[in-house]
């Protein structure tokens, strides 16, 4: 089996695409008939469908895999201990699954850059959802102590009381870059000129 794209996907931490990379080769291995499952990066497979928040995906992959590798394999586990949370909305445990295992060099970038991405994204729903949340709750959300949540939130912009221990959300503006179509501005031109004549 030829994993060179998928090595070279993580070498340039090109995250985004190792989902896509896995099951291309998945359906190339199966259609050759070859045995696979002894060899395949599991492991990797479910972690970039958990990268590329396709939980769907990690989980019927997760009900593929046999049972041996399962039980041989704890990173597999592992890895599919982050995609059951997130199936099951517990966003705290998220982290707590993803810290509390010692990932292999191999994966060790691809779960960094995943719980970065997952806080940033809890920051964001945070962002949406609160308009005051208590510091505990916060930095339950974003997978940090207390102290580091109120740093995290302040340079974002949030506001911290320190005797209540309370947080104001911040409403960050969002920047939207407007693009100008001409054949838009075309047709409403004509339309607006059908208007006045």
């Known amino acids: 089996m030829d994993f060179g794209d998928l090595k070279e ?4 931490q090109s995250y985004a695409q ?3 990379i896995c099951d291309h080769l998945m359906l190339q291995v199966a259609a050759e008939g070859a045995a696979f499952q002894e060899e395949w990066p599991y492991a990797i497979h479910l972690l970039g469908h958990i990268y590329a928040d396709d939980i769907s995906s990690a989980r019927f992959l997760w009900k593929s895999i046999p049972s041996s590798i399962k039980e041989n394999q704890p990173e597999v586990g592992a890895a599919w201990k982050i ?3 997130l199936w099951t ?3 705290a445990a998220v982290h707590e699954a993803i810290r509390g295992f010692d990932w292999s060099q191999e994966v060790r970038g691809l779960v960094a850059s995943f719980a970065e991405q997952y806080t940033k994204r809890m920051f964001r729903l945070l962002s949406s959802a609160y308009s005051t949340i208590s510091l505990q709750d916060a930095a339950l959300f974003l997978g940090m102590s207390e102290d580091d949540a109120a ?3 302040l340079q974002q912009g949030w506001d911290v009381d320190p005797t209540s221990r309370m947080l104001t959300v ?3 503006q969002a920047v939207t870059d ?9 047709r409403l031109t004509e339309y607006v000129f059908q208007l006045e004549h």
């Open 18 to 20: 190792i989902a896509d």
């Open 83 to 85: 995609g059951q949370h």
């Open 178 to 186: 407007q693009k100008l179509d001409p054949s838009k501005l075309q």
């Open 170 to 172: 911040r409403q960050q």
């Open 151 to 153: 740093n995290y939130v």
């Open 9 to 12: 996907a993580l070498a340039s």
């Open 89 to 91: 909305r517990d966003y």
